[in-house]
């Protein structure tokens, strides 16, 4: 291959870069797998007669999501040996490297709660669910991506919708009030103070923390206002730990540094006014000195 047709190739590649990393990682939660399927996507658009390819958006949609497919079924085994909760890693998004946020559906699907919900799905339950929420794609063109019919593909999205769509109605705050709850709950945090903490989070909240036994954290979910509350005023109060307000994956999110050095992501779910769901990721691999 000469030269110019790589740099042709790359071209064609990067014009819909930011698609296909978004895709990517909504299939994923991990930027780091996302831009190693883009690097296979990349050598495969190369080796293709790019001639006969009618929409290159179309095929290397295609690619990406079956390469990404394999990924999502080979990582089983390794999420198994995973210590304590996994979640998906955080990627700052403002600017966002996926491209323009500008429907609620694209900066939704990137949200850490929903992320975390995907992973009951199965892979392909997965992937038509991004495929068409986050990107509008009609099943007929969703069927040719992953080989199967217009109305399996339907079914797959109810299916996926189903699993997901109790606990997707509770995160269905606005802006404006997460970024007050998570204000708030760290301040409380800071302040070690048990009641307004409580106050603060739903009865039947959920925390999860991501270690990945690099750091310390919870190994199991932690469950109810009281232990939530108990759980951070016992992590925080009194610390004089720092934060960094940013925005990860189209939420507010907060990047709390603790005086020995570890850092944690920490985003939350709220719905009716109190906090449903936090998670926190201190794993170092997740954290990459770009959130700094």
Known sequence: ?????AQQAAGALE???PMLLGLAYRLLG?????EDVLQDAYLRWLAVDRAAVAEPRRYLSRVVTRLALDRLRARQAAREAYVGPWLPEPVPTAPSPFGPLDRAE??????????????RLS???RAVYVLHTAFELPYAEIAE???????DCRQLHHRAVARIGQDRRRFTVDRAEQERLLDAFLAAARDGDLAALTGLVAADATAWTDGG??????????TGADRIARFFAGIYGGVPFSVRRLELNGQPAALVVRPDGSRYALTVAAAGGRITGLYVVGNPDKLPARTD
């Open 1 to 5: 291959m000469t030269t110019l047709a």
């Open 15 to 17: 014009a819909h870069r």
């Open 30 to 34: 991990s930027r780091h797998d996302a």
């Open 106 to 119: 694209q900066r939704d699907t990137l949200a850490t709660a929903l992320l975390h919900l995907l992973e």
């Open 123 to 125: 892979p392909p339950e």
């Open 145 to 151: 991506i992953l080989d199967r019919s217009p109305a």
């Open 213 to 222: 036994g690099r750091v310390k954290a919870a190994r199991n979910p932690v």
